[in-house]
């Protein structure tokens, strides 16, 4: 039983890390947003392995259903098509890989390895007690009653916030265009560009036969 | 009763949320386009939490403060995402890009 729990998180670190992998690397940023969608999946399984069931239902709720819909409502009003094929890294990105690679390998590895973890002595008879979700609720009516309640005003500033910021007076509102106002606007230019001498000669020519018969 | 604490030690999953926040943290930095770094927050936020979600369980599993730390993360993790993407329909709107790189006008 052991060693399934033991398989188990080892696929569901390598899901997550792969997941997480191609998010940063993927050159679509429409399919960075759904590894990332994939990624909080293994979160949420992996919060469901270690016993907070509450924790991974709401990963699910919130970051799968919630956030990710956002980022890719914000994907959809913000892209234009001829920065697709541009590069999505920085040019110097070695060096962005240097300092995130530079800290698991010097920091994050040793410390968690060479630490001595107190770790609570296994309970011999009776299963130790594990706080639920019926304890959560609990704890956020009493000793945490003023986060939760400095939580609820966060959102509802950010709510505010995010309306003002994204909201634009009437009088000076440009339009953003869809993805298929771009592509017709696009279609359109080319067109202007293939078919710019013929309207040239098609003009000039009623006018002459005209000349002529006149 | 099998479970997670005996299965698997506490440095693996320590040292895999180490690894999401380092991938995070490259695509904070490395991206060009707003709305990818973003996705780059969002992973290390995610890894901060599996971290707290793994001490609540290895070393306090009868207090609830680990649980409700995390689900306070993602409440703020949640605001922030509402807050920047709406930025970036601003700037968008403003610039017509959402390349970090050409969003420069503060540059000295």
Known sequence: ?214 | MPSMTEAVPLPWVLTLAGALFCVGLFGALSRRNTVGILLGIELMLNAVNINLVAFWRYLEPNVVAGQTFALFVITVAAAEAAIGLAMIIAIYRARQTVNADEVDSLRG
């Open chain 1, 1 to 214: 039983m052991n060693t399934l729990i033991t398989i188990l998180f080892l696929v569901f670190a390598v899901f997550i890390l792969v997941a997480a992998i191609m998010t940063v690397t993927v050159k679509n940023i429409v399919h960075a947003a759904l590894w990332l969608i994939s990624s909080f999946f293994g979160v949420g399984a992996l919060y469901l392995l270690m016993e907070a069931e509450f924790l991974g239902v709401a990963q699910v709720l919130i970051y799968v259903g919630a956030v990710s819909i956002l980022i890719l409502f914000a994907i959809m009003l913000t892209r234009d098509l001829e920065g697709s094929q541009n590069r999505q890294l920085t040019p110097r990105w070695w060096i962005a890989l240097l300092v995130p690679a530079a800290l698991f390998g010097l920091l994050i590895v040793p410390t968690v390895m060479t630490h001595a973890w107190q770790l609570p002595p296994p309970p011999a008879g009776q299963p130790p007690s594990i706080s639920g979700a019926q304890q959560i609720g609990t704890a956020f009516m009493r000793e945490y009653l003023l986060p939760f309640e400095v939580a609820a005003i966060l959102l509802l500033v950010a709510m505010i916030g995010a309306i003002v910021v994204a909201f634009e007076e009437r009088e000076q509102r440009r339009r953003v265009l869809t993805l298929a106002e771009q592509v017709r606007l696009r279609r359109q230019r080319q067109q202007q560009v293939a078919t710019l001498p013929e309207p040239a000669v098609s003009a000039v020519q009623p006018s002459e036969a005209t000349g002529g018969e006149t």
